[in-house]
């Protein structure tokens, strides 16, 4: 069973840049594709960003698209979401999660979640 340890949030002030990784246990993490998702109080969780196991397909949220970007290293376990030109909206506790093979939006397709690392932008 993949594990999911999230890292790198923080506070940035607004028009800033932000790196979040996202280290897994186990030896199959090629097979799994990633996301990143995000909850910012009283609100509900939102699709970010994904990628396929190999990489080929991304799939972006419409609030990040050509602000956010995501990677892989899967020599590393590792997956990063790199975020650039941040606003205070994109303050949220953002979350990791992993499911096998197809990249999906959608939060109900994953199965597994890391515990979330709190980014805050301040204006």
Do not use: H
């Amino acid at each position: 069973q993949v594990q999911l340890v999230e890292s790198g949030g923080g506070l940035v002030q607004a028009g800033g840049s932000l790196r979040l990784t996202c280290v897994a246990s186990g030896r199959t993490f090629s097979t799994y594709a990633m996301a990143w998702f995000r909850q910012a109080p009283g609100k509900e969780r939102e699709f970010v960003i994904a990628i396929s196991g190999s990489g080929g397909r991304i799939l972006f949220g419409d609030s990040v698209e050509g602000r956010f970007t995501i990677s892989r290293d899967n020599a590393k376990n590792t997956v990063y979401l790199q975020m650039n030109l941040l606003k205070p909206e994109d303050t949220a506790v953002y979350y990791c999660a992993a499911r096998p093979i197809y990249a999906s939006s959608s939060s109900s397709d994953y199965g597994i979640w890391g515990q979330g690392t709190q980014v805050t932008v301040s204006s």
